[in-house]
T-cell receptor
Framework: EPEVTQTPSHQVTQMGQEVILRCVPI?????FYWYRQILGQKVEFLVS????????KSEIFDDQFSVERPDGSNFTLKIRSTKLEDSAMYFC???????????FGSGTRLTVV | AQSVTQLGSHVSVSEGALVLLRCNYS??????LFWYVQYPNQGLQLLLKYTTGATLVKGINGFEAEFKKSETSFHLTKPSAHMSDAAEYFC?????????FGAGTRLTVKP
């Protein structure tokens, strides 16, 4: 069964550093998403991406965040200057269309120290 | 914007007992509804979904959910709990290209 792949599974970074979280969505999917889950809390929407542009973003997704689909297969989330409160599990998801559920990756645990 | 409320952050049942996890949604247009399961240290796995058609939907692992428009509910049930069902369960509502999750319900299964 096709999977969404996320790398790395765990990343530790110092506060103020830039991080890039990588995702390879399912190849025939058209819609891409990033969500985050702070430990013990709910899954929060960050951003959706379709047709090579952001289609929606939440209030969490401020100027520190950006997304890219640089080569037609990878979908990346960049955090420019990490803060302690960015520590969370970050999930990538993809979907073939609006009538479908999302397929989630297994997540990247980001720890900011 | 649409939203989801999951009643009960923690539900505990005995093995073999009925599982009932409650979900109510708010949406100004007909929603698509989903249940996801998250096992410890893993990602989100789709259990089942409602888009259109039959209001009782069956998913993996013996779970099912019924969409009740009059009650704006989409409760998840399983007739007989198994130890392996212990996990976090998330209800989600999708309108167009925007999916929002509930806060989750942690299911504990006692032997």
């Amino acid at each position: 069964e096709p999977e969404v792949t996320q790398t790395p599974s765990h990343q530790v970074t110092q506060m103020g550093q830039e991080v890039i979280l990588r995702c390879v969505p399912i190849s025939n999917h058209l819609y891409f998403y990033w969500y985050r889950q702070i430990l013990g809390q709910k899954v929060e929407f960050l951003v959706s991406f379709y047709n090579n542009e952001i289609s929606e973003k939440s209030e969490i997704f401020d100027d520190q965040f950006s997304v890219e689909r640089p080569d037609g297969s990878n979908f990346t989330l960049k955090i420019r200057s990490t803060k302690l409160e960015d520590s969370a599990m970050y999930f990538c998801a993809s979907s073939p269309g609006q009538n479908y559920g999302y397929t989630f990756g297994s997540g990247t645990r980001l720890t900011v120290v | 914007a649409q939203s989801v409320t999951q009643l009960g952050s923690h539900v505990s049942v005995s093995e073999g007992a009925l599982v009932l996890l409650r979900c109510n949604y708010s949406s100004s247009v007909p929603p698509y509804l989903f249940w996801y399961v998250q096992y410890p240290n893993q990602g989100l796995q789709l259990l089942l979904k409602y888009t259109t058609g039959a209001t009782l939907v069956k998913g993996i692992n013996g779970f099912e959910a019924e969409f009740k428009k009059s009650e704006t509910s989409f409760h998840l049930t399983k007739p007989s709990a198994h130890m392996s069902d212990a996990a976090e369960y998330f209800c989600a509502v999708r309108v167009n290209n925007d999916m929002r999750f509930g806060a989750g319900t942690r299911l504990t299964v006692k032997p």
